[in-house]
Every structure is written in structure tokens, then in C-alpha cells.
């Protein structure tokens, strides 16, 4: 018998109540109502159950006998010990060390390390075609969604309407468990959602288009470690990404957008591609 099982009998033979916390999970369906039987059953009085289990209850093993000390055949006096210590170094003719200090030694670190500090970012995501996500650090506003339209209109992405905006923060719960590896959990979280959306609303993703490379705003900051981008590859989705400046910064300087038109010629080629690819299946 577990110990939360005889707790839980002992507490019911004594007439106590025992009571459970319950939270419900972000996104989780919701639990089917059901109809208790409200029908008291007859029982043991507490009184008798709870004797019960102190008859039942296994008496502990007798612990067991202590061995007893080893004593020493002949006991060394302090001058035969002396004795025998300056004939060694006779012998040697190497004076003995003297003892040194133990406080110069480095101080021995503390096994439990300081957790590490936790991520907390926002994303929003609009998937183009199906196809291709567009990742975005923070809220998205309506003027950067106006932005992206026009853009991918003019790149021949779309067709000047936006499919509408999934959002994500990390983490889900606020009063969430520490982690060992608070990196880790947010790629995994991430990909998780992002695996979950695609599933739910039959996306077969095959690029990531991240707009936010030149943003040092926190969010950004975190969504960039979560992606781990290396070689124009994202490891933790394990799907190719073309990345550009977030969108506040086109909205604020017309020269970004100038510079960014060739990538955005070359995108759209990319775009035809695929589509001719998806044709020809």
C-alpha cells in the first residue's frame, strides 16, 4: 500500500474529508459533466475503521545488533610512537613536512545552482497559402497586418487578404513549474504549437518567414534563441527560414523597404516554384 493511498484511508477512517486541487489546462477540452450518486453508503464507523488499521498496520523490523569495536591487541604508548617516528626519518634523512593550512583551499561550490531565468515572449503567426508561416515577435498591429498584405501582394505571395492572425505566448500558465532548462522547454513548447496549429488547420509548412533578424526588443531576443537559426535553417522546427527586418522598422524607414525589395523578388520566385511543385502532384 502506497503511503498517499494509507493516508487517504486513515483520513476517511478518522471522518475527515480529503479534498484535491483540479486546474484546467490551456487549451484542454473541457471535462464531461457527470451525475454523482449522492446515496450515502453504509460503513464501518470511523471509530472502528481507523482501530482497524492500527491492528493491521506491520510492525518494523527489530533494527540490528551493533558489531562491536575492534579494539587494538597492544596499545601503542605516546613514547613508542615518538620513538618509532624519529627512526624513520633517521632512516630517511627527509625532515617531516609540516602540516599546512587548510584555509587557503578553494571553497567548495554549492551543488544546487541557481535556476536558470526563465523565457517570456508573445508570438504572432499567419500562415500565407497554407504554405509558408510568417513569424512575428509580440502583438502584430494593424498597421504592420496592412504592411504584410502589401507586401505579399506585391510579391505575388497573395492576394492582398490576410488569412487571420494565431497567437502564442510563452509560457502558457503563469504560475507555471520551474524548469531545469527553461530554453529547451520554450523550443519545445514552440514547436509543439506550431505542430498543433499546422495539424488542426491542415497547413503543410515549408518555409518560415521570420520578420524580426534586426529587433533587439526582448521578445524578439527570445523568439531568435527558441528558433535556433543556423545555416538559414531552423533546428528547433527543422524547416528552412528566410528572415528580414521586423515589420515596425519597414514601417518606420523607406529605405529598409527599398532594400528589401530584391529578397522579396527572389521570394516570389521561390513562391512560383513552389506552387508549380504543388501543381504537378
Known amino acids: 500500500m502506497t503511503p498517499e493511498v494509507a493516508r487517504r484511508h486513515y483520513l476517511e477512517a478518522m471522518g475527515i474529508t480529503a479534498w484535491a486541487c483540479r486546474y484546467q489546462l490551456p487549451n484542454a477540452r473541457p471535462t464531461d459533466a457527470c451525475e454523482w450518486d449522492d446515496t450515502p453508503a453504509a460503513t464501518t ?4 475503521r ?15 545488533a551493533a558489531p562491536p569495536p575492534v579494539a587494538d591487541d597492544v596499545p601503542a604508548s605516546p613514547s613508542a610512537v615518538r620513538a618509532l617516528l624519529d627512526d624513520r626519518e ?9 602540516a599546512t593550512s587548510t584555509s587557503d583551499e578553494t571553497p567548495a561550490v554549492s551543488p544546487h545552482a541557481a535556476p536558470a ?9 499567419v500562415c500565407i497559402g497554407g504554405r509558408w508561416l510568417s513569424l512575428h515577435a509580440g502583438d ?10 502589401n507586401i505579399c ?5 497573395a492576394d492582398g487578404a490576410l488569412p487571420e492572425v494565431t497567437r ?68 528547433t522546427l527543422g524547416l528552412p527560414v528566410w528572415q528580414a527586418p521586423a515589420l515596425t522598422t519597414l514601417l518606420e524607414s ?28
Open 45 to 48: 464507523p470511523p471509530r472502528e
Open 50 to 64: 481507523l482501530q482497524a488499521l492500527l491492528d493491521d498496520a506491520p510492525t518494523p523490523p527489530p533494527k540490528p
Open 90 to 98: 633517521k632512516a630517511s634523512g627527509k625532515p617531516t613536512a609540516p
Open 117 to 125: 531565468k526563465p523565457l517570456t515572449f508573445h508570438v504572432s503567426c
Open 140 to 149: 502584430l498591429s494593424a498597421d504592420a497586418q496592412r504592411l504584410l498584405a
Open 153 to 157: 501582394q506585391a510579391a505575388g505571395l
Open 168 to 235: 502564442f505566448k510563452w509560457p502558457p500558465m503563469a504560475n507555471a513549474f520551474a524548469s531545469d532548462d527553461p530554453l529547451e522547454e520554450a523550443r519545445e513548447g514552440v514547436s509543439a504549437f506550431i505542430n498543433g496549429a499546422a495539424s488542426r488547420q491542415h497547413w503543410q509548412l515549408e518555409k518560415i518567414l521570420w520578420w524580426g533578424a534586426d529587433a533587439a526588443d526582448p521578445d524578439s531576443e527570445s523568439l531568435s534563441k527558441v528558433l535556433d537559426v543556423d545555416d538559414d535553417r531552423s533546428r
Open 254 to 281: 523607406p529605405a529598409a523597404k527599398r532594400a528589401l525589395w530584391p529578397e522579396l523578388c527572389a521570394l516570389a520566385k521561390g513562391w512560383q516554384a513552389s506552387s508549380l511543385a504543388h501543381e504537378d502532384r
